[in-house]
């Protein structure tokens, strides 16, 4: 009896050393518009606020195209694709933001051999 005790009391500390380790938090710059308008997503009528990731774009969950102006605006969601400094995860096929930092519109008029 006392060895059985013994050896489930050790695999207790080996199970609780077996929890998953989070790892660290990163803020990654992605590119963020509307899923429907700019990156032509399908699966979901309006407009709605996703990332593009490595190539792939994903709906986004943790904020919404209304909570960064006029989404219909000439610097808009629907009407430009914007960068955003952001912190978050893929999941189930959406990437959920726990930090999301719409980053400035850059200016592309300092270029040299046009004007837009």
Same mark, same amino acid.
């Given at each position: ?8 009391? /050790? ?78 995860? /893929?999941?189930?096929?959406?990437? /959920? ?20």
């Amino acid at each position: 009896m006392k060895k059985i005790t013994a050896i489930l009391f /050790v695999l207790s500390f080996h199970f609780m050393n077996a929890q998953d380790v989070k790892q660290p938090v990163e803020t990654q710059i992605v590119e963020v518009s509307c899923g429907q308008c700019q990156f032509g997503m399908k699966g979901k009528k309006g407009c709605d606020l996703a990332a593009r990731i490595d190539g792939k774009s994903y709906f986004v969950d943790g904020t919404t195209l209304d909570n960064h102006g006029d989404a219909h605006a000439k610097d808009g969601f629907c009407s430009t694709i914007r960068k955003a400094e952001v912190v978050g995860e /893929v999941k189930n096929d959406r990437f /959920v933001v726990t930090s999301f930092k719409l980053l400035p519109v850059e200016d592309h008029d300092d270029h040299k051999g046009h004007n837009h």
